[in-house]
């Protein structure tokens, strides 16, 4: 993490997330060294901002935004490398809910957001 807010299971659910993707998409397997294909990230930004400012100057609806970078290696075709690539998502809640009370799912459909944009700037091209 290099978030100045930290949601502890973010990191975890991302890699799980990535990690499935993978599987039910390609016929790649996990292998712990020497892999055709490394994706390595962090976790840069984790921020809540206020979205619709109502007439009394008060936000209506609040947005939590995840950014990631990725770096991608390909050793089988290096021509599709890339380097600390940015990669964010985010989902929108109502103001009258607390970020504790809805994290869980936000954070659910970010991580879903991020995996699908990874995955198709690593191997969708194939």
Known sequence: YKAPKVNPTLSNDLTEALRSQFRRMTRLEQVD???DLV???EITGYDVTP???TADEVAARN????SVTVSFENRKHP???F???SFSAYSDY???QTLDAVESSLSKEIVDKLVE???NATVAQW
Request: glycine share 8%.
């Open 33 to 35: 060294v020497d892999g």
């Open 63 to 66: 947005r939590l935004s995840v």
């Open 79 to 81: 021509e599709d490398d």
């Open 51 to 53: 979205q619709a400012i």
């Open 94 to 96: 109502e103001s009258t």
């Open 39 to 41: 994706i390595t990230g």
């Open 117 to 119: 944009d990874i995955f």
């Open 83 to 85: 380097s600390k690539k």
